[in-house]
T-cell receptor, first 114, second 109 residues
């Protein structure tokens, strides 16, 4: 089954404790992206990647890191989480950059930073 | 990023038609997309416009006017299952995708 898989789905952590949210897709997609969704603000892009070893900042990259060492994986790293990073996070992928709007989304990861 | 505006909420009756407008201001427009998101779920792709005009997909249609920075999503023959949030998204020349805050549509019997 074609899918985007995120882990963990739910996480409660404390300020400053490094964490990684994994994202994996099995569709051989070139383009991958991370979003956070907050009430009233909609989806905001954190980082995106057009292919292996190519990553670019989205609209809200501060406090986050990503890597794209393999085509299928695109982990989101919070080196020192803060309460303002409490949010619902979505990973998404599409076949190629020119199909970057036709995204397949993961189920989301709800993160709470205390 | 882009500046994307859409109404916050809309209510309509089952069987009716609803039009959700989206206006945007962008540098380097490279496509407009509509997504549906049911409460507690991930967004799912609905439609894509890159040229002016109407794209029809069953009960859903999407329109784009690039000169006016304007799009709408038209939902016909509304069903209860169409109650959801509808997200307008704009892609730029660098393939960065920006979303509006979403329009929550409530369908009443």
């Amino acid at each position: 089954e074609a899918q985007v898989t995120q882990n963990p789905r739910y996480l409660i952590t404390v300020t400053g404790k490094k964490l990684t949210v994994t994202c994996s897709q099995n569709m051989n997609h070139e383009y991958m992206s991370w979003y956070r969704q907050d009430p009233g603000l909609g989806l905001r892009q954190i980082y995106y990647s057009m292919n292996v070893e190519v990553t670019d900042k989205g609209d809200v990259p501060e406090g986050y890191k990503v890597s794209r060492k393999e085509k299928r994986n695109f982990p989101l790293i919070l080196e020192s989480p803060s309460p303002n990073q409490t949010s619902l996070y979505f990973c998404a992928s599409s076949l190629a950059p020119d199909r970057a709007g036709e995204l397949f989304f993961g189920e989301g990861s709800r993160l709470t930073v205390l | 990023g882009q500046n994307i505006d859409q109404p916050t909420e809309m209510t309509a009756t089952e069987g009716a038609i609803v039009q959700i407008n989206c206006t945007y201001q962008t540098s380097g427009f490279n496509g407009l997309f509509w997504y549906q998101q049911h409460a507690g779920e991930a967004p799912t792709f609905l439609s894509y416009n890159v040229l002016d005009g109407l794209e029809e997909k069953g009960r859903f249609s999407s329109f784009l006017s690039r000169s006016k920075g304007y799009s709408y999503l038209l939902l016909k023959e509304l069903q209860m299952k169409d109650s959801a949030s509808y997200l307008c998204a704009v892609r730029d020349e660098d393939y960065k995708l920006s979303f509006g805050a979403g329009t929550t549509v409530t369908v009443r019997a």
